[in-house]
């Protein structure tokens, strides 16, 4: 069984090179076969020259570049496409944020529990028990919550809270299924794409976990890339678009 790291990045020249060593540390400890890929989308800054870096002495380390600026959604879809290609469908694809707010060594016990209880997904989550978020603004933890009880009334996942964390492990098997339901799972190029993702699968009759996160803010370098009010937008625009 083959286990994917994906991390869509965009200027994180600050976070990435601490996000990777970190990985590679996670890789010597855990007992799966881990590759990574990295999707950058035409950084401005050093990023992936980083990244080649650790790909020339790490051979699991993959990088594909944009070669124009697509967003989040597209990054993602990229990232689905390539482990279509690269992995059976028990095969467990693992996506995070590349600034440096999620721990890989997380990813253990998010895969184990897909594996142990037979999930489709399992989301490291700020809202399960013993997880929260730390160094981040009260408005930003007021909205996360909130994106909280609008999923969970509009498109219920059992045992799912975070609809918007960017780190989750998938079975493979599943992102085919989902395609195969809904031709394209990522229709917008913003950062409402993971919840977006989440509502699709609500439809699917999924089984799904979560372990707890603590997300690491105040490690986290640089501004927020987020667009609050666009993300918002986007969620509600969900509820015609997946039925
Ligand atoms: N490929 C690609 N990745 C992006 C783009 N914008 C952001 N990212 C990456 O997507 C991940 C999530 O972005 P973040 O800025 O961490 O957004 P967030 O976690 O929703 O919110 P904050 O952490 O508060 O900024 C990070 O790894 C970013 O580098 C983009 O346009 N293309
Ligand atoms: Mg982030």
Known sequence: MKVLIALPAYNEEANISNVLTDI?????KSRYELELLVVDDVS????????????????????????????????????FRYALNYL???????????????????????????????????????????????????????YSRGAMFFFKLFFPIKNLNDYSSGFRAYRAGIIRQALEEWDELVTTNGFDCMAEIAAKLSKMAIRAGEVPLILR??????????KVAQTVKGYFSLLAKVR
């Open 24 to 28: 590679c540390r996670y890789r010597q």
């Open 44 to 79: 401005t800054d050093q990023t992936p020259c980083i990244v080649e870096q650790f790909a020339r002495r790490h051979g699991f380390v993959n990088l594909i570049r944009h070669k124009k600026n697509k967003g989040l959604g597209e990054a993602i879809k990229t990232i």
């Open 88 to 142: 059976e469908a028990e095969d467990v694809l693992v996506t995070m944020d590349a600034d440096n707010t999620h721990n890989p060594f997380l990813i253990e016990s998010m895969v184990g529990n897909l594996i142990s209880r037979n999930l489709d997904l399992v989301v490291a989550s700020r809202f399960a028990t013993g997880g929260c978020e730390l160094g981040l603004k009260a408005l930003r933890k007021f």
């Open 217 to 226: 803010y105040e490690l986290k370098k640089g501004a927020s890339k987020m």
